[in-house]
């Protein structure tokens, strides 16, 4: 009877660990250019989202997204002059299962729409 509590008392305690870390390594944190997949696409519709999110969805038919824009300064009808059918180039985390759809820079050719590379969350908006 000990023995088996015991047993499950260890696999509830090592099942907390995985999930810790299951769950730490999908949150984005200071994203660096070498921890990013780089892609080029075009955008097609520009949308506020859940939380200030913008979202931004290509020709394919999926869905990128800068968390908080709307918070940092970013502007649709701006962000629209700019990136709207045009091919844009993306800089989107790596995380364990796969790429993120997060944005972590927007450029259009070598302009720099928004980054969050430097040390400071930046926005970088005429």
């Given at each position: 009877?000990?023995?088996?509590?015991?047993?499950?008392?260890?696999s509830i305690?090592?099942?907390?660990?995985i999930s810790f870390f299951g769950i730490k390594s999908l949150i984005i944190q200071d994203p660096q250019p070498e921890s990013c997949?780089?892609?080029?696409?075009?955008?097609?519709?520009i949308s506020e989202g859940t939380s200030y999110?913008?979202?931004?969805?290509?020709?394919?038919?999926?869905?990128?997204?800068?968390?908080?824009?709307?918070e940092r300064g970013l502007?649709?009808?701006s962000l629209n002059a700019k990136v709207l059918n045009k091919r844009v180039t993306l800089h989107l985390p790596k995380l364990w299962l796969?790429?993120?759809?997060?944005?972590?820079?927007l450029?259009?050719?070598d302009d720099i729409i928004?980054?969050?590379?430097?040390?400071?969350?930046?926005a970088t908006e005429d």
């Open positions: 009877m000990k023995k088996s509590v015991l047993f499950i008392f260890i305690i090592l099942l907390g660990i997949v780089v892609e080029t696409e075009t955008i097609i519709k999110d913008i979202v931004f969805s290509d020709s394919h038919g999926d869905h990128y997204y800068i968390n908080r824009g709307l502007n649709l009808d796969g790429t993120s759809e997060h944005i972590a820079q450029a259009v050719g928004f980054t969050e590379f430097s040390s400071s969350d930046t």
